[in-house]
């Protein structure tokens, strides 16, 4: 069941995690990814910090502009379709996947393997992306700021890391805001991919044994949570949400009580992660990229 803690004046928000709930309130018009900030002062607080994502020219990005915007879903069906190339993507992105497939099968790579995804990631969008020390570092810089509290929030942005790293991400994205999306926030759930097969492949002969949709299905992670504000009070399904709660999707939790691959990109709703078929794809490659070495040296 939806958790809600409403403390007057400064809190109101509803935790969902069950599978059937959260795709009831993904789905409600009601329910949006632009925050008022209204209903406490974390309502207002989280809203600031994730007003900081947008284009030197206030450009949103991806994945915090609504259902009914008409160029964001331009945009996810845009990419979408440009990512439904997979054998030629994958075909581009093969040195970094032999990288990370070394990694797997040996626990040791000549970068660090967040630089690697971060560039395999970056190359879907450009064949020249180069990913560096500095690149991931700001990429990190962005997924704390996303995660902390107000204390250390303060010190990211009160130091120029924040913005520091937005420039540098968006540099590197060329003004692409789903790049910048891809590059510095969604990446991080291939990384936990990537360190969970590592994990898987150090025991016993599980490299050779375990097909890659089967290590896939096992590694792959969804976003620990999404963000979303109900404008008014609505019920949507099950859960009821006052108006202007923030809503916090726990997307990781709902995954593991349904644990199929669409689910993690939420495949299926008006936000589908317009990368759903080449991350998978992308996955079992590192394993296969894993065991073919397993191969080759036998
Ligand atoms: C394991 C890896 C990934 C997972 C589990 C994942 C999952 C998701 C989820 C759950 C959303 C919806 C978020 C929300 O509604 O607030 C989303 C949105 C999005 N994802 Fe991914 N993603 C991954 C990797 C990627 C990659 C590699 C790219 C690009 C190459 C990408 C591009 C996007 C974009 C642009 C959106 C926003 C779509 C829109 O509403 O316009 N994602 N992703």
Redesign the pocket.
Known sequence: MACTITIPGIIRLVLVKKPDEMVAV?DASMVG?SLSGRGGVMNRWIAAKLAVFRAPDGDIW??F?DQLDPL?AA??AA?EVA?SNVGPLLQRIAPEIVELGSYVRNGVARRNTGVIVQQA?GR??FTDYAASEESYEAARTLQTWLSAWPLRAYRIRRSGALQASLDRIMDLSRGDM?CA??TAL??E??VK?VELMRRLARHGDNLAKIEPQDALAHS????VR?VREARDEVRAGPVWLPSRSLVLLA?ESARRQHPVPSF???ASAW?R???HS??PALLAGVWQAARADTRGRA
């Open positions: 993904n990814r991806p994945a502009r964001r945009r996810q990419l990512l990631v879907l969008f789903a999306h891809a969604a990446m759930n291939l991919s792959l992670r969804a976003p999404v997307v993690a990109f939420f936000n992660c317009p990368a080449i991350v």
